[in-house]
């Protein structure tokens, strides 16, 4: 069975800190991806990242950045510099290898960023 | 280019009627999957087609809920009898099979309330 669990439901800063997003998940499986994904206030989730379980080099992009750890099972997210924009709920979520598009979701941790 | 078209966005029925939620996939995507996410649950995979076949409906809760993709450009998720459990946000979402694993492309939902 595959799990994934993200302990902070709702997260609070002030813009321009930096906040991470936890993400830990569980899986028998060898192989697979990890995913994040931005649900905004109008609430399409909105793909931002995949991750593949051979590849456990950080990825940056802008003021987003991705922390994937094998060996503690985690995928945590941080965002540099925070913005009012960034405010969002965000979803961690995991998919076997050879079921790429089959994705089980973490709960979501709500970020919010006050001016 | 249009993204997931989802109808209606809201929907309020009262318990014992049938709702039937709409989606119309991005063109030329050709697995489509629906979602339902409730505060208690999360975000739930309900039923997966590929090819307008149905791959996996593990996740249809139960006999009142059915799913139907005639063609590749349009798809339903139909409640008879609703019951106000069933109220929640239902997400349709597609993509390409062969594509990048995991990028899904979400609609903005049906927000459906069954009182």
């Known amino acids: ?115 | 280019d249009a993204g997931v078209i989802q109808s209606p966005r809201h929907e309020v029925t009262e318990m014992g009627q049938e709702v039937t939620l709409r989606c119309k996939p991005i063109s030329g995507h050709n697995s489509l999957f629906w979602y339902r996410q409730t505060m208690m649950r999360g975000l739930e995979l309900l039923i997966y087609f590929n090819n307008n076949v149905p791959i996996d409906d593990s996740g249809m809760p139960e006999d009142r809920f059915s799913a139907k993709m005639p063609n590749a450009s349009f798809s339903t998720l139909k409640i008879q009898p609703s019951e106000p459990r069933d109220s929640a946000v239902y997400f349709c979402a597609s993509s390409l099979a062969q594509g990048k694993a995991g990028e899904l492309f979400f609609g903005e939902g049906s927000r459906l309330t069954v009182l």
């Open chain 1, 1 to 115: 069975a595959q799990k994934v669990t993200q302990a902070q439901t709702e997260i609070s800063v002030v813009e321009k800190e930096d906040v991470t997003l936890d993400c830990v998940y569980e899986t028998r499986d060898t192989t697979y991806y990890l995913f994040w994904y931005k649900q905004p206030p109008s609430g399409e989730l909105v793909f931002l990242i995949r991750r593949n379980s051979f590849d456990e080099q950080n990825e940056i992009s802008g003021r987003y950045s991705w922390n994937f750890q094998k060996s503690t099972s985690s995928f945590n997210f941080t965002i540099t510099a925070s913005q009012v924009v960034d405010s969002a709920v965000y979803f961690c979520a995991l998919s076997r290898s050879n079921a790429g598009n089959m994705l089980t979701f973490g709960g979501g941790t709500r970020l919010m960023v006050k001016p």
